[in-house]
């Protein structure tokens, strides 16, 4: 929306600017002793999720005249809390979502400040998400696929209207471990989607166009023009 010059009088902040209109998650940071839920969304691969398409199929995966066909593969959403929490009926953006009380450890994450010999240039972090799994009811957890698919952690208290939460931690999954007992979730910040040659071909060191022996390993040049 446009807004017209002169609608504000003269330094008066919009809303989402001024600290005097209050924030749920700002007063809630503001108490010590509050009991802080924490929400984790997972979105990993199912690849045996069955989806419908509508519309005319590839030619010869379909009956002639079929409008409508399958396809195998897709996101899947998981929805988990340290303590339980369910969304209003009235939430605009996720209502009546229960999130199960199944995460023991809901984010443990350590961020380096040093990266190689450089101080101050961050590297990418690890940490880790564990849930309970002692029933055997996320078993199917390990039927997904995992390495690079989103994670999302939110924090709040009883009384938050979802669009309150704050997001806390934004990243992806790195791996997944399983036992009898509980699940860890590897997880890695969002950097790890810059942390990686620019140039990935290398130079093999065998001779001719892959270069001598103390060009091995190398990135090869890349030009334009």
Do not use: C
């Amino acid at each position: 929306m446009i807004e017209i010059f002169g609608t504000l009088a003269y330094t008066e902040l919009p809303d989402e600017y001024s600290l005097a209109v209050g924030n749920a998650f700002k007063d809630l940071l503001d108490n010590p002793e509050a009991d802080i839920i924490y929400l984790v969304e997972l979105a990993p691969y199912d690849p045996a999720q069955e989806n419908t398409v509508g519309g005319i199929p590839p030619f010869g995966t379909g009956a002639f005249g079929e409008f409508d066909f399958k396809t195998l593969g897709g996101i899947t959403r998981i929805y988990l809390s340290n303590v339980g929490y369910t969304t209003k009926p009235d939430d605009a953006e996720l209502p009546n979502q229960h999130f199960a009380a199944q995460v023991d450890n809901p984010m443990q994450f350590d961020v380096s400040v040093v990266s190689g010999d450089d101080f101050g240039s961050q590297a990418p972090s690890f940490g880790s998400i564990v849930i309970q799994n002692a029933e055997g009811e996320l078993d199917i957890l390990q039927d997904y696929v995992w390495t690079g698919y989103r994670v999302t952690v939110k924090a709040g208290q009883r009384g938050f209207a979802y669009e309150d939460f704050a997001t806390v931690f934004g990243g992806s999954i790195n791996g997944i471990e399983m036992d009898d007992d509980r699940v860890t979730l590897t997880i890695r910040d969002n950097r790890i989607k810059t942390d990686q040659l620019l140039l990935p071909a290398t130079f093999a060191g065998t001779g001719g166009k892959e270069g001598g022996t103390d060009l091995s390993g190398k990135p090869k040049p890349l030009g334009y023009g």
